[in-house]
């Protein structure tokens, strides 16, 4: 399973980005994406979460700021941040897993400043 992760980069606080998880097709049809996120010295947290038929599960921390979504035409999973805060800053991965295994995306650093 492969995965490219894009889109992050320096904002500041209050700002948005957009982070995209190219994969296949197949992997894309049949997979439950996510997006998760880390900080040196802390654990991988889940942020959003969706699945092939599009239920989306969101941590606490970042409902009604963030939104997950699925792009059919482009085969990619992509994670709106809006209202941005400094502690959302971390390096952020795309994960998936599904029937044809599971896979993670190289990480992409959000760093939101105050």
């Known amino acids: 399973v492969q995965l490219q992760a894009s889109g992050g980069g320096l904002v500041l606080a209050g700002g948005s980005l957009r982070l995209s998880c190219a994969t296949s097709?197949?992997?894309?049809?049949?997979?439950?994406m996510g997006w998760y996120r880390q900080v040196p010295g802390k654990q991988l947290e889940l942020v959003a979460g969706?699945?092939?038929?599009?239920?989306?599960n969101y941590a606490d921390s970042v409902k009604g700021r963030f939104t997950i979504s699925r792009e059919h035409a482009k085969h990619t999973v992509d994670l709106q941040m809006n209202g941005l805060k400094p502690e959302d800053t971390a390096v952020y991965y795309c994960?998936?897993?599904?029937?044809?295994?599971?896979?993670w995306g190289q990480g992409t650093l959000v760093t939101v400043s105050s």
């Open positions: 994960g998936a897993k599904g029937t044809n295994g599971d896979g």
């Open positions: 097709a197949s992997v894309f049809a049949v997979s439950t």
């Open positions: 969706i699945s092939p038929g599009g239920d989306t």
